[in-house]
């Protein structure tokens, strides 16, 4: 596949689960991706994955709290590839806890990682997407974005705030040639799953095993997720066969979330 050929992606939290296999997907597709991690490991672990199949790859250790790290990994990445067409906002948190149970602290921590740095990554590659005249934004929401919970409202709130601010960055720059849109993915089998059938499963007095069960039993095509489901659907978005698609919080979630 050569679709993404000669392009520049920049996927940030690409050292593990959805933003890994996005990083792969795209690399697979033709772009050269800069992995944007706040640890280097994982980060160097994808990276090397993306070179052994004879793809570019660029580390950038970014914090995406903050605004000067984001300045620099679309300063590196045009340094680097000399463009940027694809930013794929990846980096995310999960806390649990019941409404009464929710501090400041947790509130600050999953709004600042989940939502406003996703606004402000993008307002970080928008200026060099105007210039283009041509970009594309994806972004990580969640079924959690259109539903409510009793256990994770921050969480809720922070992926709702990403499909709201989709469609406002889609609608202010959709006559520059820029597309943003974001998926929302359901019950996904990754490190975050870890922690969060552990977390969920003690608020419900369930082992995480049996939490993941339950979870999985309510899912319409019967599995759980994995994160090349999410990969593949970023992917398409972020080419030319999704060229006509702005503004859309996309469901990739096995049919758990029947509307929106």
């Known amino acids: 596949m050569d679709e993404l050929a000669g392009q520049a992606a920049i996927v940030t939290g690409a050292g593990r689960g959805i933003g890994r296999a996005t990083a792969l997907e795209l690399a697979r597709m033709g772009a050269a991706v800069v992995v944007a991690e706040l640890e280097g490991p994982g980060a160097e672990g994808t990276a090397r994955e993306i070179r052994a199949a004879g793809g570019k790859a660029l580390v950038v250790v970014t914090d995406v709290t903050k605004r000067a790290d984001l300045v620099t990994m679309v300063e590196r990445?045009?340094?680097?590839?000399?463009r940027l067409d694809v930013l794929v906002n990846?980096?995310?948190?999960?806390?649990?806890?019941?409404?009464?149970d929710v501090t400041e602290e947790h509130w600050d921590a999953v709004l600042?990682?989940?939502?406003?740095?996703v606004f402000f990554a993008s307002q970080a590659v928008l200026p060099t997407m105007v210039a283009q005249k041509r970009g594309c934004i994806v972004s990580l929401a969640s079924m959690a974005g259109k539903i409510g919970s009793k256990t994770n409202l921050p969480y809720n709130v922070s992926k709702a705030a990403v499909i709201s601010m989709t469609k406002?960055?889609?609608?202010?720059?959709?006559?520059?040639?820029?597309r943003v849109n974001?998926?929302?993915?359901g019950f996904v089998e990754t490190?975050?799953?870890?922690?969060?059938?552990?977390e969920q499963g003690a608020l419900l007095g369930l082992t995480p095993d049996d939490f993941t069960r339950q979870r999985a039993s309510l899912v319409p095509l019967g599995r759980m997720e994995r994160p090349d489901?999410?990969?593949a659907v970023i992917g398409f978005l972020a080419s030319p066969r999704a060229g006509y698609i702005t503004g859309q919080a996309l469901s990739v979630d096995g049919g758990l979330v029947m509307h929106g």
């Open 77 to 82: 990445t045009r340094a680097e590839f000399g």
């Open 90 to 100: 990846n980096a995310g948190i999960y806390r649990a806890a019941a409404p009464l």
């Open 112 to 117: 600042d990682i989940n939502a406003k740095a």
């Open 168 to 178: 406002s960055l889609a609608l202010a720059h959709a006559a520059d040639g820029i």
């Open 182 to 185: 974001c998926v929302c993915p």
């Open 191 to 198: 490190d975050m799953w870890t922690q969060v059938s552990r």
């Open 229 to 231: 489901d999410v990969a």
